[in-house]
């Protein structure tokens, strides 16, 4: 499924040349696109441009010949030497990105959005992109890093999941990727990432949102999440609302994002708890899911929320706006 919102034209600069590596390699994963017939604008491209521009030259003169080894490396040694000696040849800056920058990642990879990242994830990206041209000894030795990555290096080798090859073939391996409890690693998948909107089942990703929610991330950061949407998801997330109920405890108005396409019967019920709240983050969430409700019961709860409507007919009033801060 793709994700949703307006196309933006954009010239980017002309590349800077790009190394001796492997094309089919470095051109990224199944939805990579480029912007001409040359094959300049891939994912790698863009890559090595942000960071010729952000590293010094001696730092990148060591980074393309490390990248050219990985082109002919047959074994995985040099790729581990690589990644673990980028934060201290390239430093852990952030990439900081421009909105034009993000408009040619998208370009060169749909749904692609590197704006968290930082130079130590985007280069080791970009390593593991130099050494992706033998898909076998690849997926071996990403599942074998992915064991044993420190927390930066597990970022890196999630946020890089939609550019790499066979990524059908990495879907349990993403999986692992959500089951722990560091905040940042899970979110290297779940955040700002095509890949588990356009790989998991609805199984799988039904259980990364519940996750979400327990370990204290957001949801709006999600890629596909009104399109995965799912009666599923929706009686889940009543039933998560129902035990926080019960324990006194808080609940993030997000969860109603979920619920508000396929609210009917006690899902309506509970909505209308919500939309009666005095927190008015509670209220918008409400109107915003009972909006998306096409249960006759919706439009009399959503008379009594003039204001969010208002501000939902006049586009003002976003789920975003509902986010934790």
């Known amino acids: 499924m793709s994700a949703r919102g307006k196309d933006t034209v954009f010239h980017r600069p002309k590349p800077t040349p790009i190394l001796r590596i492997n094309a089919a390699a470095m051109a990224g994963g199944s939805s990579a696109k480029t912007t001409n017939g040359t094959g300049m604008g891939t994912p790698t491209d863009l890559l090595h441009e942000w960071l010729s521009h952000r590293v010094s030259a001696q730092s990148l003169e060591w980074l393309d010949g490390q990248l050219n080894k990985l082109g002919d490396a047959s074994g995985d040694r040099e790729l581990v030497i690589t990644l673990g000696m980028i934060p201290r040849r390239l430093g852990k800056d952030d990439l900081n990105l421009s909105a034009g920058d993000l408009v040619a990642a998208d370009t060169a990879r749909s749904g692609w959005d590197p704006s968290q990242w930082t130079i130590e994830t985007a280069a080791r990206v970009l390593a593991l992109l130099a050494f992706s041209g033998n898909e076998a000894a690849f997926l071996d030795a990403y599942k074998e890093l992915c064991r044993s990555a420190d927390v930066a290096e597990a970022i ?146 959503l008379a009594k929320l003039a204001d969010e409507t208002a501000g939902i007919e006049a586009g003002t009033l976003h789920w975003r706006d509902v986010v934790p801060v």
């Open 156 to 301: 890196a080798l999630y946020a890089g999941l939609p550019l790499y090859p066979a990524p059908e073939k990495l879907v349990d391996q993403a999986g692992e990727g959500l089951r722990g409890n560091v905040r940042a690693v899970f979110e290297a998948v779940a955040h700002r990432n095509p890949y588990p909107r356009e790989q998991f089942d609805e199984n799988r990703w039904n259980q990364m949102v519940l996750k979400a929610l327990f370990i204290g991330s957001t949801l709006d950061p999600i890629q596909g999440l009104d399109d995965r949407a799912n009666p599923v998801l929706a009686r889940i997330m009543c039933d998560y609302a129902h035990e926080r109920w019960a324990a006194g405890r808080q609940i993030t108005p997000e969860i109603w994002r979920c619920v508000g396409p396929f609210a009917e019967g006690d899902m309506i019920a509970d909505l209308e708890r919500v939309a009666g709240s005095p927190d008015p983050r509670e209220r918008s969430a409400a109107a915003l899911a009972l909006t998306a409700s096409a249960s006759p019961e919706a439009e009399a709860i």
